[in-house]
């Protein structure tokens, strides 16, 4: 048992090391406490880095190993920079050794230009070697894009060779020029949710094109922002929650239209018939419940009676040039998903010879079910074809972004990217968000965190490859959490989301690729900062150029009583909405269905009364806001009225761009998704619905003089 100097300096230790590798001491809640982060949650941590701290012995060992990491190789993984600056970065190499150094471009270009700086440091013995630490600096006429920095130098026993990856990255993203500078505005909706005739039992891509053209068309919108549309499992149950995917590269062939697939034309009339045949039993269009287990097992029988049918040479050549492209990561998932056809999708539960994509046996079961893995690649061929197809006709139908997809903050633990890039996740915690206003006791996503030592080790390629395929057909990207960039909530496993911790990540690294891939792809990125921020944080998105949420329930004037905050005075750079999918549509709002939720569910830590009577004061502080600008009369305002009043509010303000939820337009009050809940509430299965709560149809959308009005409303032509 250690005595109390030995207790003090383990934890001493414990607190050094956490700091070194990024994992908070300490923090500040919710309601403005400092929090000291207990020292049995750090060594849970930091083990999950592979930092063994649960001695003062091993602590000390640990705290040595990391002193020296930097000195044991010759240049490190990654350096991100940006445009024009001229960053400098140490190299070691034996003591007395000369190295020459040189850059190549991604064009294969070689540069030099690397000018040696000076550096006093005395050199050091690593690994029974003396190595010596020389500091450049890089020129400052780098072009954007992935370049490399090699290193050469010659000691004893011959040359020695190593080379750093170079991110060169735009200072800021900002809007397309494209879009001028007017604010714009768009639709928010639930893909899934939004079904017609032709849906099989769930919406789907061209349900999106449709909704989107309407909008585009007959409103003026210039977005539609959807749900993450990443991959789910491969058969039922399909996890409902499109924020819990098996990949973030790849996406869900839920959303595929079978009929619009080429192929399709090729079928006989036994094919066509049994399609007609699979279509009815996808589930009613108007069923009171979204069925995706149902929808898929269909669909999916449909896409093989497709993917069967011949393809031309030139569409053979074009699959062929998709899977070429997409390389070992489409091999990964679409092997992850045949062999999660025969031992189910949690692959934790598989044979341990199966466990890893490299193992012999994972490789003898893709050559043995070579058709089953073409059938999934073939999937997101088709996937990629028809988003292609849908962004260039939203582009067509006059909006100035088109789609603006969702990233999720991260994957299930047992699907195919923690499989694939399983060296990139951290074991033992899982993801997730302290105490906050609307989450009193915490959240636990049930996610296993990227680890940023692996990340910076492997130049952030997994990160880029992700970031790259969701802007490949999107004029926009939302980024869920993206404060998750910066610092994430780690969890030690068996314990509460209470007793987490933060763990910081290169946020200049990570969103400065961020930036160059949506600068690539002349795309807007929208980052969700709702909760608990780090103030400093709001202002580096901004000097970015990535725009933040703005929640108009959640935007109150801190600084001058707590009353809702002006609207001359809400972030230009913003995305600005009414409302989020995690709380009731409006109508539902200003009900305080929100509260009466939670208190059924038990996720309440203030009695129901307190929340009622807080929430009633905020809502009518806003209704108070209304009346002072002029947008709602002093006599009793129906809820539709008040409903366009809000929307009319953002238009007061600066911000670039507006949201109203289809839920809305529509004048549906339940919650897409009530966190904190996995089936205590039907998260991510409610259908789009009208007022009295029965499902409707898009078509309903495309005549109700409701939506037609909210949308004139919010694209600041109309109002009260």
């Given at each position: 048992?250690?005595?109390?100097?030995?207790?003090?300096?383990?934890?001493?230790?414990?607190?050094?090391?956490?700091?070194?590798?990024?994992?908070?001491?300490?923090?500040?809640?919710?309601?403005?406490?400092?929090?000291?982060?207990?020292?049995?949650?750090?060594?849970?941590?930091?083990?999950?880095?592979?930092?063994?701290?649960?001695?003062?012995?091993?602590?000390?060992?640990?705290?040595?190993?990391?002193?020296?990491?930097?000195?044991?190789?010759?240049?490190?993984?990654?350096?991100?920079?940006?445009?024009?600056?001229?960053?400098?970065?140490?190299?070691?190499?034996?003591?007395?050794?000369?190295?020459?150094?040189?850059?190549?471009?991604?064009?294969?270009?070689?540069?030099?230009?690397?000018?040696?700086?000076?550096?006093?440091?005395?050199?050091?013995?690593?690994?029974?070697?003396?190595?010596?630490?020389?500091?450049?600096?890089?020129?400052?006429?780098?072009?954007?894009?992935?370049?490399?920095?090699?290193?050469?130098?010659?000691?004893?026993?011959?040359?020695?060779?190593?080379?750093?990856?170079?991110?060169?990255?735009?200072?800021?993203?900002?809007?397309?020029?494209?879009?001028?500078?007017?604010?714009?505005?768009?639709?928010?909706?639930?893909?899934?949710?939004?079904?017609?005739?032709?849906?099989?039992?769930?919406?789907?891509?061209?349900?999106?094109?449709?909704?989107?053209?309407?909008?585009?068309?007959?409103?003026?919108?210039?977005?539609?922002?959807?749900?993450?549309?990443?991959?789910?499992?491969?058969?039922?149950?399909?996890?409902?929650?499109?924020?819990?995917?098996?990949?973030?590269?790849?996406?869900?062939?839920?959303?595929?239209?079978?009929?619009?697939?080429?192929?399709?034309?090729?079928?006989?009339?036994?094919?066509?018939?049994?399609?007609?045949?699979?279509?009815?039993?996808?589930?009613?269009?108007?069923?009171?419940?979204?069925?995706?287990?149902?929808?898929?097992?269909?669909?999916?029988?449909?896409?093989?009676?497709?993917?069967?049918?011949?393809?031309?040479?030139?569409?053979?050549?074009?699959?062929?040039?998709?899977?070429?492209?997409?390389?070992?990561?489409?091999?990964?998932?679409?092997?992850?998903?045949?062999?999660?056809?025969?031992?189910?999708?949690?692959?934790?539960?598989?044979?341990?010879?199966?466990?890893?994509?490299?193992?012999?046996?994972?490789?003898?079961?893709?050559?043995?079910?070579?058709?089953?893995?073409?059938?999934?690649?073939?999937?997101?061929?088709?996937?990629?074809?028809?988003?292609?197809?849908?962004?260039?006709?939203?582009?067509?139908?006059?909006?100035?972004?088109?789609?603006?997809?969702?990233?999720?903050?991260?994957?299930?633990?047992s699907g195919a990217d923690a499989w694939s890039l399983q060296e990139t996740y951290a074991a033992g915690v899982t993801v997730g968000a302290p105490p906050d206003p609307y989450n009193q006791q915490g959240q636990d996503w049930n996610q296993p965190p990227w680890r940023?030592?692996?990340?910076?080790?492997?130049?952030?390629?997994?990160?880029?490859?992700?970031?790259?395929?969701?802007?490949?057909?999107?004029?926009?990207?939302?980024?869920?959490?993206?404060?998750?960039?910066?610092?994430?909530?780690?969890?030690?496993?068996?314990?509460?989301?209470?007793?987490?911790?933060?763990?910081?990540?290169?946020?200049?690294?990570?969103?400065?690729?961020?930036?160059?891939?949506?600068?690539?792809?002349?795309?807007?990125?929208?980052?969700?900062?709702?909760?608990?921020?780090?103030?400093?944080?709001?202002?580096?998105?901004?000097?970015?150029?990535?725009?933040?949420?703005?929640?108009?329930?959640?935007?109150?004037?801190?600084?001058?009583?707590?009353?809702?905050?002006?609207?001359?005075?809400?972030?230009?750079?913003?995305?600005?909405?009414?409302?989020?999918?995690?709380?009731?549509?409006?109508?539902?709002?200003?009900?305080?269905?929100?509260?009466?939720?939670?208190?059924?569910?038990?996720?309440?830590?203030?009695?129901?009364?307190?929340?009622?009577?807080?929430?009633?004061?905020?809502?009518?502080?806003?209704?108070?806001?209304?009346?002072?600008?002029?947008?709602?009369?002093?006599?009793?305002?129906?809820?539709?009225?008040?409903?366009?009043?809000?929307?009319?509010?953002?238009?007061?303000?600066?911000?670039?761009?507006?949201?109203?939820?289809?839920?809305?337009?529509?004048?549906?009050?339940?919650?897409?998704?009530?966190?904190?809940?996995?089936?205590?509430?039907?998260?991510?299965?409610?259908?789009?619905?009208?007022?009295?709560?029965?499902?409707?149809?898009?078509?309903?959308?495309?005549?109700?003089?409701?939506?037609?009005?909210?949308?004139?409303?919010?694209?600041?032509?109309?109002?009260?």
């Amino acid at each position: 048992m250690p005595n109390a100097d030995q207790q003090e300096a383990h934890e001493q230790l414990v607190r050094d090391l956490a700091a070194a590798y990024g994992v908070a001491t300490d923090y500040w809640d919710w309601q403005g406490r400092h929090v000291v982060v207990e020292t049995a949650t750090m060594v849970a941590v930091l083990a999950a880095l592979d930092v063994d701290a649960a001695t003062e012995g091993s602590a000390r060992q640990a705290a040595a190993t990391q002193q020296d990491a930097a000195w044991a190789r010759m240049l490190p993984p990654v350096l991100v920079t940006r445009q024009g600056w001229q960053p400098t970065f140490d190299v070691h190499v034996p003591e007395g050794s000369p190295v020459d150094l040189w850059i190549e471009l991604e064009t294969g270009e070689h540069r030099g230009g690397v000018e040696q700086r000076e550096n006093w440091n005395p050199p050091r013995t690593v690994a029974h070697e003396q190595v010596g630490e020389a500091t450049f600096q890089l020129p400052g006429d780098l072009p954007l894009g992935y370049h490399w920095v090699h290193a050469r130098t010659t000691a004893q026993g011959g040359d020695r060779l190593a080379r750093m990856s170079l991110v060169v990255t735009p200072h800021w993203v900002g809007t397309p020029a494209r879009l001028g500078d007017q604010p714009r505005w768009g639709l928010a909706t639930q893909l899934y949710s939004v079904r017609s005739p032709g849906s099989w039992g769930t919406g789907d891509l061209a349900d999106l094109a449709d909704l989107g053209s309407w909008a585009a068309v007959a409103h003026g919108a210039d977005y539609v922002l959807v749900n993450p549309l990443h991959a789910a499992e491969p058969t039922a149950p399909m996890e409902p929650s499109p924020y819990l995917p098996t990949s973030r590269r790849f996406v869900n062939p839920l959303y595929l239209r079978p009929e619009l697939i080429p192929e399709h034309a090729a079928l006989g009339p036994s094919d066509r018939a049994a399609l007609r045949a699979f279509q009815e039993k996808a589930g009613d269009p108007v069923g009171e419940r979204i069925d995706r287990d149902t929808a898929w097992t269909a669909k999916r029988e449909a896409l093989r009676r497709v993917y069967a049918a011949p393809r031309t040479p030139g569409r053979q050549w074009a699959f062929d040039g998709y899977c070429r492209r997409e390389g070992r990561g489409l091999e990964d998932y679409a092997t992850w998903a045949a062999i999660a056809e025969v031992h189910g999708s949690d692959s934790l539960g598989w044979p341990t010879e199966l466990k890893h994509p490299d193992l012999p046996a994972v490789r003898a079961f893709r050559a043995e079910h070579a058709e089953a893995v073409d059938f999934h690649r073939w999937l997101q061929w088709v996937l990629d074809e028809q988003l292609a197809g849908t962004q260039l006709g939203l582009r067509r139908a006059g909006m100035g972004l088109g789609i603006m997809t969702d990233l999720a903050v991260g994957v299930h633990g047992s699907g195919a990217d923690a499989w694939s890039l399983q060296e990139t996740y951290a074991a033992g915690v899982t993801v997730g968000a302290p105490p906050d206003p609307y989450n009193q006791q915490g959240q636990d996503w049930n996610q296993p965190p990227w680890r940023p030592d692996r990340l910076a080790e492997a130049a952030y390629d997994p990160f880029r490859r992700m970031v790259a395929a969701a802007l490949r057909n999107a004029g926009g990207l939302r980024v869920d959490h993206v404060i998750g960039l910066f610092r994430l909530w780690w969890i030690p496993k068996g314990a509460g989301p209470t007793a987490g911790t933060y763990v910081r990540y290169d946020h200049e690294a990570m969103i400065g690729i961020l930036a160059l891939e949506a600068h690539r792809a002349d795309a807007v990125v929208v980052g969700e900062d709702l909760g608990t921020v780090e103030p400093w944080v709001r202002s580096y998105l901004a000097d970015r150029g990535i725009l933040g949420t703005s929640i108009l329930w959640f935007e109150m004037d801190h600084d001058h009583g707590g009353g809702p905050l002006p609207a001359e005075r809400w972030r230009e750079w913003c995305l600005a909405s009414v409302t989020t999918h995690d709380l009731p549509p409006t109508a539902g709002y200003l009900a305080g269905d929100h509260v009466h939720l939670r208190d059924s569910l038990g996720l309440l830590t203030r009695p129901v009364e307190e929340e009622l009577a807080v929430d009633s004061l905020e809502r009518e502080a806003w209704l108070g806001e209304l009346r002072r600008v002029g947008l709602l009369s002093d006599d009793g305002a129906q809820v539709q009225g008040i409903v366009e009043a809000l929307h009319a509010y953002l238009t007061r303000t600066p911000s670039r761009l507006r949201c109203l939820a289809l839920t809305d337009a529509v004048g549906d009050r339940r919650a897409q998704n009530q966190p904190g809940t996995i089936d205590e509430y039907p998260n991510w299965r409610v259908p789009l619905s009208g007022p009295d709560g029965r499902p409707i149809l898009l078509d309903d959308v495309f005549t109700s003089e409701r939506a037609a009005r909210l949308c004139a409303v919010t694209a600041g032509r109309g109002g009260t």
